[in-house]
C-alpha cells in the first residue's frame, strides 16, 4: 500500500500524515528499527533466552526485521462473553482459526488465553509466538465486579511453548496495588524463564468518567500508567490510543496526584500524535516499545484500523496490536485488515512526526 492509497482510506483524517511535532523531538526518541534490540537490550539485565525470545517475535510475520510489530490479540472472550467476541464470526470459537487467522495476517505474534494456546500448542507454538495472557477480568459473577484475576501460573505459559506473557493492571482501580504486586512477581518469574513481558496498561476508575469526559483515556492520565508499567519491567507496553488530555488538572479529580503546567504547554498539544508522542516518551522515551490497541469493532473499521497505525507510527510507536476488527468479520477480511494496517509501518513514507 502506497502514501496515495494510505490517504484515501483516512479521508478527511490525512491531514495527520502531514503534522509536524513541536513538542517532544523524534530526535530524543528510540524510534523502533532492525537494530532495537542491539541498541537498547544488549544493554540492559534481559537474559540471553529473554533477547532470544524477542529476537523471535521481531523476525515474525510481514513486519520482520523492521523493529515494529504487529500482534492479533484474542481475550476478550473472558470479559465480554465469548457470544459478544465470536457470534459475528463464529468459526473464532475454535481456537485454532484464532491462531491460522495470526499466520495467514502476517502478524509478529499471537495473544491469546491459557486455554485457547494450550490446546492447540503442539502444533502452532513451533510456528508463531505464542504470547499468554495471565489474568482476565469475568463478568459472569453478579453483580458485575471490575477486577484482574490470575488465571493460573507463569510456568505453564513456559511448558506450551510461549515466549511471552501478558498481563493487565487497572491502574487507578481500588485493587491496582494487589494488580502491581502479582503482576511485578509474573514479569520477575517469566524473566527467569526466559520470556519477555507485556502490559495491558489500563487506567480504570469510575471516577474517572467525569463532565469533562473519559479522563481514563487522557494523554497525561495515560503516559503516568506506562510511567507505572515500565518501572516493573514491562518490556512491551500496550496502550489505548488517547483520546484527550488534562485529566490532573480535572476539576472533578482534584487530589489526584501532581503535574507540571509544561506537560500541557510544551510536551504536548490538542493533535492526537502528539498525545500519542506523550504516551511513547513515559516508556523511557521509547526504549521500551509502545503498541497502541486497535479498539472495539465499528463502521468503518479499515479506515479507524489504518488511522491508529497512522497515529502510532508518526508519534514513535512499535505498532499496533489489533483484534476484534480483524476477527469478527470473515477470515479473509480479517487478513486483509491486519494487512492494512502491517502495510503503514512498511511504507516509508509515513514518517515520524
Known amino acids: 500500500m502506497d502514501l496515495?492509497?494510505?490517504?484515501?482510506?483516512l479521508g478527511e483524517r490525512a491531514t495527520l500524515l502531514d503534522h509536524e511535532c513541536k513538542t517532544i523531538s523524534a530526535s530524543a526518541l528510540t524510534i523502533?528499527?532492525?537494530?532495537?534490540?542491539?541498541?537498547?537490550?544488549?544493554?540492559?539485565?534481559?537474559?540471553?533466552?529473554?533477547?532470544?525470545?524477542?529476537?523471535?517475535?521481531?523476525?515474525?510475520g510481514r513486519l520482520a526485521n523492521t523493529g515494529y510489530l504487529s500482534i492479533l490479540p484474542v481475550d476478550q472472550g473472558i470479559e465480554h462473553s465469548a457470544g459478544a467476541s465470536f457470534a459475528p464470526n463464529p468459526q473464532m470459537f475454535d481456537p485454532?482459526?484464532?491462531?491460522?487467522?495470526?499466520?495467514?495476517?502476517?502478524?509478529?505474534?499471537?495473544?491469546?488465553?491459557?486455554?485457547?494456546?494450550?490446546?492447540?500448542?503442539?502444533?502452532?507454538?513451533?510456528?508463531?509466538p505464542f504470547i499468554v495472557k495471565i489474568n482476565h477480568n469475568e463478568l459472569l459473577s453478579y453483580p458485575n465486579t471490575y477486577d484482574q484475576t490470575l488465571f493460573g501460573d507463569v510456568r505453564q505459559c513456559f511448558d506450551m511453548g510461549a515466549v511471552g506473557i501478558g498481563a493487565t493492571v487497572y491502574w487507578g482501580a481500588p485493587e491496582s496495588r494487589r494488580q502491581l504486586h502479582e503482576i511485578s512477581l509474573a514479569f520477575a518469574e517469566a524473566?527467569?524463564?526466559?520470556?519477555?513481558?507485556?502490559?495491558?496498561?489500563?487506567?480504570?476508575?469510575?471516577?474517572?468518567?467525569?463532565?469533562?469526559?473519559?479522563?481514563?483515556?487522557a494523554a497525561d492520565l495515560t503516559g503516568q500508567a506506562n510511567h507505572l508499567g515500565v518501572t516493573i519491567q514491562a518490556d512491551i507496553i500496550k496502550q489505548k490510543l488517547p483520546e484527550g488530555n488534562g485529566g490532573y488538572n480535572d476539576p472533578a479529580l482534584k487530589g489526584l496526584g501532581k503535574t507540571h503546567k509544561k506537560v500541557y504547554t510544551e510536551l504536548t498539544s490538542d493533535n492526537p500524535i502528539d498525545w500519542t508522542r506523550y504516551q511513547v516518551a513515559n516508556c523511557y522515551m521509547g526504549r521500551v516499545g509502545l503498541i497502541n490497541s486497535g479498539g472495539a469493532a465499528g463502521e468503518n473499521d479499515l479506515r479507524d484500523a489504518v488511522m491508529t497505525a497512522v497515529i502510532n507510527k508518526r508519534a514513535g510507536g512499535m505498532g499496533l496490536i489489533a483484534g476484534r476488527k480483524a476477527f469478527q468479520r470473515p477470515f479473509k477480511e480479517g487478513v486483509a485488515l491486519l494487512q492494512a494496517i502491517q502495510d503503514v509501518y512498511l511504507c516509508r513514507d509515513v514518517t515520524i512526526a
Not at 105 to 118: I, M
Not at 193 to 209: D, E, H
Request: hydrophobic share 40%.
Open 32 to 60: 523502533p528499527s532492525p537494530e532495537y534490540l542491539d541498541n537498547i537490550h544488549t544493554y540492559s539485565d534481559r537474559t540471553p533466552r529473554v533477547m532470544g525470545a524477542l529476537a523471535r517475535m521481531f523476525s515474525t
Open 96 to 128: 485454532e482459526h484464532i491462531v491460522r487467522l495470526a499466520i495467514e495476517g502476517g502478524c509478529s505474534a499471537v495473544a491469546s488465553t491459557y486455554g485457547v494456546l494450550g490446546i492447540v500448542a503442539r502444533k502452532y507454538a513451533h510456528k508463531i
Open 4 to 9: 496515495q492509497k494510505i490517504r484515501e482510506i
Open 191 to 217: 524473566h527467569r524463564l526466559g520470556m519477555f513481558t507485556v502490559l495491558w496498561c489500563y487506567v480504570r476508575n469510575g471516577a474517572f468518567k467525569t463532565p469533562q469526559g473519559d479522563q481514563s483515556l
